[in-house]
């Protein structure tokens, strides 16, 4: 883990973007290492639609540490779990999950302050450095922020609000900041000018390309629920056509999978 731990620092490095694929399963990750990913991340909401749970702190715990042991288990990269806002605000309970996590394989972490206050998230973020420090892990922690997310600053304050919660967080124990909703490059570049660590966008389907994104000093770019709505939107597409004649057709011509047995195989 320590090896891991510190590679993933340093693919925050540069000069190139750390262009991070999304898991949620055990599956999904082996292919992605498999593809030629650099390292594995997972999404908190496509990790809780898989497990029947909707977005937004209300997976169980259990199921998180279980889904990140399985994504660590079938990689041999470093793997870094999107934790929400660490499903409690309780310092000692939001220790307790670091402590699991980082005992699952996780050399990383994402930590939302969504809707909280954001010295209640600073303080988080302090507990969970000190948590994963006692472990001997220098897990990295990715504080997100939802200014432009969720309009939670309007206009032109959004920047000088996002950049004022960066620098709490990044005091705070925080080793980057992710960013999600902007695409505009002028607004991603002020960004990226003015955070003093790495910064995270979430790609969307107005996103620069990750050379772009490079260019304006982003270091980190990740797929979110990209992949899981693409593989569950061929689903989507597939079922009714099954449903209605009972023949393979519906499914024929969607990309061949490898052999998972052999993927998987311990």
């Known amino acids: 883990m320590t ?22 399963d055990a599956a999904s990750a082996a292919l992605m290492a498999a593809a030629g990913a650099k390292a594995v991340a997972t999404s908190s909401a496509a990790v809780a639609w898989a497990q029947g749970y909707p977005d937004g702190d209300a997976l169980p715990v259990s199921r998180l540490i279980a889904a990140t042991r399985d994504v660590v288990r079938v990689t041999n990269l470093p793997v870094t779990a999107d934790i929400e806002g660490g499903y409690t605000d309780d310092l000692a309970t939001l220790a307790e999950t670091i402590r699991q996590v980082v005992g699952a394989g996780a050399v990383g972490i994402n930590l939302e302050d969504g809707l909280r206050d954001p010295d209640l998230h600073a303080r988080k973020i302090a507990a969970a450095r000190a948590a994963s420090d006692a472990e001997g892990v220098a897990l990295y922690i990715n504080a997100r922020t939802d200014i432009y997310l969720r309009d939670l600053a309007q206009g032109e304050a959004a920047l000088p609000e996002t950049l004022r919660r960066a620098a709490l967080y990044l005091e705070a124990g925080a080793s980057g900041i992710f960013t999600p909703g902007p695409a505009d490059e002028a607004v991603i570049g002020a960004l990226a000018d003015g ?5 995270n966008i979430m790609l969307r389907s107005t996103t620069p390309a990750a050379q772009r994104l490079a260019a304006l000093g982003v270091r980190r770019l990740s797929s979110a629920t990209a992949p899981f709505r693409a593989a569950y939107g061929a689903l989507v597409e597939a079922l009714p056509g099954y449903l209605e004649t009972g023949t393979f057709r519906s499914f024929a011509g969607r990309g061949e999978l490898p052999d998972f047995d052999k993927l998987l195989k311990i």
């Not at 955070?195 to 910064?199: E, G, M, S, T, W």
């Open 195 to 199: 955070i003093k660590a790495p910064l």
């Open 3 to 24: 090896d891991h731990a510190a590679a993933f620092h340093a693919l925050h490095a540069g000069p190139e973007v750390l262009i991070l694929p999304n898991a949620w």
